[in-house]
Nanobody
Framework: VQLVESGGALVQPGGSLRLSCAAS????????MKWYRQGPGKERELVAA????????KYATAVAGRFTISRDNAKNTVSLQMDNLKPEDTAIYYC????????????WGQGTQVTVSS
């Protein structure tokens, strides 16, 4: 299984970025897809989640209204559109695939760096 993130960059406050995660080696329809982040000196935290079925996307309070998660089940990809970025959004962003029925089955990408600074 591989999860490959892309799209991280240095951006000014108020700017936008779009992260993408391409999944391979798994049955995409059996996985809930999520984005986590880990800022400097902080623990990894859940940013957004998009289950394959059932409830719609969910967001951490800190990013609700600014970030949008989407998934393309035909292309096995999940994206995170990030708007109105703030310095506190600076972190390594990780893609996560969580099996819908077996919680112990999950996979991580290698991460992509997002830096928000003027």
């Amino acid at each position: 299984v591989q999860l490959v993130e892309s799209g991280g960059a240095l951006v000014q406050p108020g700017g936008s970025l779009r992260l993408s995660c391409a999944a391979s080696g798994l049955t995409f329809s059996r996985y809930d897809m999520k984005w986590y982040r880990q800022g400097p000196g902080k623990e990894r935290e859940l940013v957004a989640a998009f289950p394959f079925a059932g409830d719609g996307p969910k967001y951490a309070t800190a990013v609700a209204g600014r970030f949008t998660i989407s998934r393309d089940n035909a292309k096995n990809t999940v994206s995170l559109q990030m708007d109105n970025l703030k310095p506190e959004d600076t972190a390594i962003y990780y893609c996560n695939a969580q099996h819908r029925n077996t919680l112990r089955i999950y996979y991580w990408g290698q991460g992509t760096q997002v830096t928000v600074s003027s």
